[in-house]
């Protein structure tokens, strides 16, 4: 289908028969919609684009942190050829795809990501269900306030993409002469927000639009969330192991004085909120302070993508966990808050302190195991495979 438009524009510029002569409607090149061929460059589909705008999103899903900056089918298509493009990085040889990659709810299997001057500071955050949190703020240190704020940050670091305007680099101005000059942009531009014109806050809306887009709402755990009238009560679809892991995940602990459990669950849901599993906004350090570089403690890290596609419901990984990208296995992770450490961390949440002292929850291997296998419930299989999220570009 693709190759239509180029043919039938060919036929209607140069046949000297009339319509009714040859049955085809001849192309209208003042139509925006039909006078550009964007089939030299993608394989996506411009006429008819995928929905974006208007995605089934579960009535018990409430969190959102869209703000004024509202998904349209034209302004995230616009998004996802700008999150798959390397004409964003200096040298051409990046894309924001290369860090977050669909396959992995849109993160990276290296513990640090490739930049076109070294490897990134922490490991690749997931992007999956970024839209559906209370928190509004982005990076594991919530240093941009909103997410159209970040999506330009790496694109201006000069490690990342390159475009610094420091220390020789070239600055975001010469990105947007280089996009004006690219065929594709103006006419994307104007599709998008009705001027051809480019800037860096319609850059940023536009790549927010397809970042938001990106959901994960068809897992076993949503299944059984549908059926169920709330969170606690036992899903019907689970197995006992799997409600087991649930309880455990939903309810708080209860500690003694020394900081050791010895009722109740284990309380992730304090910090990662059902049904979203998106972090409490108010969450602070979780007990995780080393740094990929060794260049000291990190204790500015706050914040964590949703738990939603943490791994594949195969149990496979995607990509290492949490700002260090050291562990590898879910059964590591709850080894870290099995027994906190509070040395040398004044930016510990309170909730993995209590009494002042770091937290002992004395998990036995069946609540590991049970945890574990309510964890991989929480994992999707369309967002590993839709087209509407992949690579648009022709190879």
Request: aromatic fraction near 8%; hydrophobic fraction near 35%.
């Amino acid at each position: 289908m693709k190759n239509v438009l180029p043919i039938l524009l060919a036929i209607a510029l140069c046949s000297c028969s009339s319509d009714s002569d040859n049955g085809l409607t001849p192309v209208d090149t003042n139509d925006p919609n039909q006078a550009f061929d964007f089939s030299q460059y993608f394989t996506a589909n411009f006429d008819v684009l995928p929905n974006y705008a208007n995605q089934d999103i579960p009535n018990y899903i409430t969190r959102d942190n869209t703000g004024n900056n509202g998904i349209s089918d034209e302004g995230a298509m616009l998004g996802r050829v700008l999150f798959y493009d390397t004409n964003l990085s200096v040298n051409n040889s990046v894309s924001c795809a290369s860090c977050h990659r669909q396959e992995l709810a849109f993160s990276d299997d290296d513990q640090a990501s490739l930049g076109v001057n070294g490897v990134t500071g922490r490991h690749s955050m997931r992007l999956v269900n970024a839209r559906f949190s209370d928190e509004a703020r982005f990076f594991w240190d919530e240093r941009a306030n909103t997410l159209e704020i970040q999506t330009t940050m790496p694109i201006q670091d000069h490690v990342e993409m390159g475009f610094s305007g420091e220390n020789g680099d070239l600055d975001f101005n010469d990105l947007i002469e280089r996009l004006e000059t690219i065929d594709y942009y103006p006419e994307l531009f104007n599709r998008a927000f009705g001027n051809e014109t480019i800037t860096e806050a319609l850059i940023q809306d536009a790549l927010a639009q397809f970042i938001r887009s990106i959901q994960s709402f068809d897992s076993r755990y949503d299944e059984g969330r549908e059926n169920a009238n709330n969170d606690g009560q036992p899903f019907t679809n689970f197995t006992d192991q799997e409600n087991l892991g649930k309880q455990l995940f939903l309810q708080p602990p209860v500690f003694n004085n020394m900081g050791v459990r010895i009722a109740g669950g284990i309380g992730c849901a304090g910090c990662h909120q059902a049904p979203e599993f998106s972090i409490d906004p108010n969450s602070l350090n979780n007990g995780v302070i080393g740094s990929i570089d060794n260049s000291g403690a990190d204790l500015d890290v706050t914040r964590s993508p949703t738990l939603r596609d943490v791994v594949k419901a195969d149990g496979s990984n995607n990509g290492p966990f949490m700002h260090l990208g050291a562990s590898n296995t879910l059964t590591a992770v709850l080894n870290h808050y099995n027994n906190i450490n509070v040395a040398g961390n004044t930016n510990l949440d309170p909730r993995l302190r209590p009494n002042g002292v770091g937290q002992q929850l004395n998990l036995t291997d069946q609540e590991r195991a049970a945890v574990i296998a309510f964890l991989r419930t929480l994992a999707g299989n369309d967002i590993y495979s839709n087209e509407k999220w992949s690579n648009p570009f022709i190879d």
